[in-house]
């Protein structure tokens, strides 16, 4: 008897630099997907931290990048499978860059639903981009938000948003109470995590700040 799991899709690393402004200068990211021809939805991942992975193909065909133990960064494969497929790519605010990125996901996945999705410092990306991109994506995903989240008026918006937080995350920077204060005033949808473990610095990634040890459990897909 063949066994099944021989045929398993497990995701796929690509290196993609078909995003580019006009002046040709391009602009890398990291595909992770088991079904390159049609997933329903695409979450664009961005680092917490400086937000850099300085994302480059070497010679003999490997992905070079940093940031790889962000909470969201080493997690993409656990949030792909036949419907989603992920996004890594530098953490920054720029309407512009977003938007050439978007553009060309669009160009390639016609039918999918993009989410924008940050954590830590760069929910700061998120928050501004949503302000300014609003019914030009899905949705924004903000996971353990910088404290300006709690000043994001969500009532109006065309795209959809959710919040996830660690009920015990203890960095300063990031405190829960920021996301459960947008969820009283504005409704946001919010999903307060516990459990996991926490080791080292409290706003780095292995914390209960980076959701670490309960990766899985964090973004329900719905």
Do not use: W
Request: with cysteine.
């Amino acid at each position: 008897m063949i066994s099944l799991t021989l045929f398993a899709k497990e995701p796929v690393d690509s290196f993609v630099n078909t995003a580019h402004y006009d002046d040709g200068d391009k602009i890398p990211y990291i595909l992770t997907s088991v079904n390159l021809s049609s997933p329903k939805y695409i979450l664009i991942m961005m680092p917490g931290g400086n937000g850099m992975m300085s994302i480059q193909k070497n010679i003999d065909g490997t992905i070079y990048f940093q940031s790889g133990g962000n909470f969201l960064i080493r997690s993409r494969a656990i949030f792909t499978d036949d419907e989603f497929s992920t996004i890594s790519i530098d953490g920054d605010r720029s309407i512009k860059r977003m938007r050439i990125v978007v553009r060309d996901l669009k160009s390639k996945f016609p039918n999918a639903q993009i989410y924008i999705v940050g954590t830590s410092r760069s929910t700061l990306a998120t928050i501004y981009q949503s302000e300014n991109m609003d019914g030009e994506v899905t949705g924004f995903i903000h996971t353990a938000s910088m404290s300006a989240i709690g000043g994001l008026d969500t009532r109006k918006s065309k795209s959809r948003h959710l919040i996830v937080a660690h009920k015990y995350d203890e960095c300063r920077l990031t405190p829960p109470s920021s996301s459960l204060e947008n969820n009283r005033r504005y409704g946001t949808d919010l999903i307060l995590m516990e459990g996991g473990v926490t080791e080292g610095d409290p706003c780095q990634a292995l914390g209960y700040h980076g959701f670490n040890g309960i990766e899985t459990e964090t973004i329900p897909k719905n």
